[in-house]
């Protein structure tokens, strides 16, 4: 009886330990991929490994229980650092699919608005100004949000406390206005908005946007930080030698360019056609094209040697998902993300 009893202790000290391993190994990945970030700004520091571990584990189970609507009757505290594991969760999920970043934008599919409920909830979010989705947003007249993480990392404890604003002077006075850079490569702000399933937007079900984002408009600084980023993005440096990983919708220029020969190619268009497919290929992006190439192979034996490059570039780029892809983006849908979710719980 002794010896059966300890044969039991044994197995599950090494059932124990092989599932601390697995966990371990499940978020190695992550955290190599973040420590070898060539810009130093989006660098994990080893120091910093135990609170990413923490963050991404935290991250599944609250993933979990948006799935099932267990988000109940939270603090705005508590509830800010649960968006924030659900960021880290979400990129680990990025990585392990190789698409690990430094800036990018996860579409995620979304029908029962789970994810979009969740962080609209949090009740400092705010709609706010953006650049992404400039058709999207005018056809099916949805707004996007921005949710700032203000607050205080411990490196001690390996955890942080987000503050709760009040009042504007008094908060500066405390010093209550600086942005906590706790989200995957030391981001201190998500953008999020609904994309909704139309015949405009050419999705089959609702999604959510979701980027990450280094500044908020929120705090004094994270507001002139902000403009600054926005005008480097829209007047890139030419000199500038700095190349970013990165993970966003935009479509490339040399995809649409790809695109517009291989429709010339099959049939001369008019000047309002080619401003009218260039808008498209920009604003609905790959799955717009797509539907488009597909309609011309469906039309004709002849595959030219253009229509072949365009397949080509979506080939060597390795993008899946290509009926809801619109540019780099990173895309999940509901059964990936809940296979993922199943790995890292289990």
Request: with cysteine.
């Amino acid at each position: 009886m002794y010896i059966f009893m300890h044969l039991k202790l044994l197995i599950f000290i090494f059932l124990f330990t092989l599932s601390e391993r697995c966990v371990f190994a499940k978020f190695e990945e992550t955290l190599y991929f973040l420590e070898k970030e060539v810009n130093p700004e989006f660098k994990l520091e080893l120091s910093n490994f135990s609170f990413a571990e923490k963050m991404i584990n935290e991250g599944a189970w609250v993933l979990s229980d948006i799935y099932k609507k267990k988000d109940t009757d939270l603090d705005s505290t508590d509830k800010l650092k649960k968006i924030s594991a659900f960021a880290w969760v979400i990129y680990h999920f990025a990585v392990l699919k190789g698409n690990g970043f430094e800036e990018g934008t996860f579409i995620i599919e979304d029908p029962k608005h789970c994810i979009y409920e969740f962080l609209k909830s949090y009740p400092f979010s705010y709609q706010r100004p953006s650049t992404h989705l400039e058709y999207i947003k005018k056809v099916t007249s949805t707004s996007q949000y921005g949710i700032d993480f203000i607050g205080e990392f411990n490196s001690e404890t390996q955890d942080w406390i987000p503050y709760n604003l009040n009042f504007f002077l008094l908060d500066l006075f405390l010093n209550k206005h600086t942005q906590a850079r706790v989200l995957p490569t030391r981001k201190a702000h998500m953008l999020f908005s609904q994309i909704k399933a139309t015949q405009e937007t050419m999705l089959n079900s609702d999604h959510i946007f979701i980027k990450l984002e280094s500044n908020g408009l929120k705090t004094p600084g994270g507001f002139i930080n902000h403009a600054i980023d926005l005008y480097y993005s829209r007047y890139p440096v030419q000199n500038n030698s700095r190349r970013l990983l990165s993970q966003v919708e935009r479509v490339s220029p040399n995809l649409i360019q790809v695109f517009m020969d291989a429709m010339e190619e099959h049939k001369p268009m008019s000047e309002k056609e080619r401003e009218t497919f260039f808008y498209f290929s920009k604003e609905i992006g790959i799955r717009f094209m797509l539907e488009k190439i597909e309609a011309i192979r469906n039309q004709s034996t002849y595959f030219s040697k253009k229509i072949e490059l365009f397949y080509s570039f979506i080939k060597t780029r390795g993008y899946d998902h290509l009926a809801s892809r619109m540019g780099n983006e990173v895309i999940f849908t509901v059964n990936e993300i809940e296979k993922m979710l199943a790995n890292t719980i289990n």
